[in-house]
């Protein structure tokens, strides 16, 4: 089984500042990870995955996360942040040895981002 | 192309009514999940849906909920005899199948609100 924590439930920062959202997962098989967006009274969306690879991983509107494999950690990261990007956040994990599985997700991170 | 689409968006129901949630997913993907997003539990998963195999149904809270899929697309979940308890955003979610595919794509949720 798979479980996934996110260490902030509620990060504030000031806009065109640095962020980091905050993940780690626990699996005893290897993992897909990923990180959804969900805008206020809106659907989750795919900020980005890491399936193999490249351990840094870039998304969309300027976001990236790395994954690191030894501190079973994937660290959403953006370096300037924009009002719009005020939402809540979701990193997720699937087992990747099975085919299509459920995502486990973690309880999320609500970024506020103030002018 | 069109995305996963619910209904209702909203529903009020009173305690111990049925109530029946629907979802349909992008064309040709043959994985459908069903994930509730509640107050304090987060994201959890449900139930899903591959293909024609037997569905997974470990996540189901209580054997109140039940999901069909028909055909291979549509897929309703009906939750009998409502408690508050059962007042949260239900999700679904579907994907392409096959290895590497593994991004799954979400509805914009069912509000169920039990009076």
């Known amino acids: 089984a798979q479980s996934v924590t996110q260490l902030d439930s509620q990060v504030p920062v000031f806009e065109e500042a640095p962020v980091e959202l905050r993940c780690n997962y626990s699996s005893s098989v290897s993992v897909y990870l990923f990180w959804y967006v969900q805008y206020p009274n809106q659907g989750l969306q795919l900020l980005l995955k890491?399936?193999?690879?490249?351990?840094l991983v870039k998304g969309i509107n300027g976001f990236e996360a790395e994954f690191n494999k030894s501190q079973t950690s994937f660290h959403l990261r953006k370096p300037s942040v924009h009002i719009s990007d005020t939402a809540e956040y979701f990193c997720?994990?699937?087992?990747?040895?099975?085919?299509?599985?459920?995502?486990?997700f973690g309880k999320g991170t609500r970024l506020s981002v103030i002018a | 192309g069109a995305g996963v689409s619910q209904s209702p968006s909203n529903k009020v129901t009173e305690k111990g009514k049925d109530v029946e949630l629907r979802c349909d997913p992008i064309s040709g993907h043959t994985a459908l999940y069903w994930y509730r997003q509640s107050l304090g539990q987060g994201l959890e998963f449900l139930i899903y849906?591959?293909?024609?195999?037997?569905?997974?149904k470990s996540g189901l809270p209580s054997d109140r909920f039940s999901a069909e899929r028909t055909g291979g697309s549509v897929s309703t979940l009906t939750i009998q005899r409502t408690q508050q308890e059962d007042s949260a955003v239900y999700l679904c979610a579907s994907s392409l199948a096959g290895t590497g595919a593994h991004e799954q794509y979400f509805g914009p949720g069912t509000r169920l609100t039990v009076t």
């Open positions: 997720a994990v699937s087992a990747s040895n099975s085919g299509n599985t459920p995502l486990v």
């Open positions: 849906f591959q293909g024609n195999s037997a569905p997974d």
């Open positions: 890491y399936l193999s690879g490249s351990t």
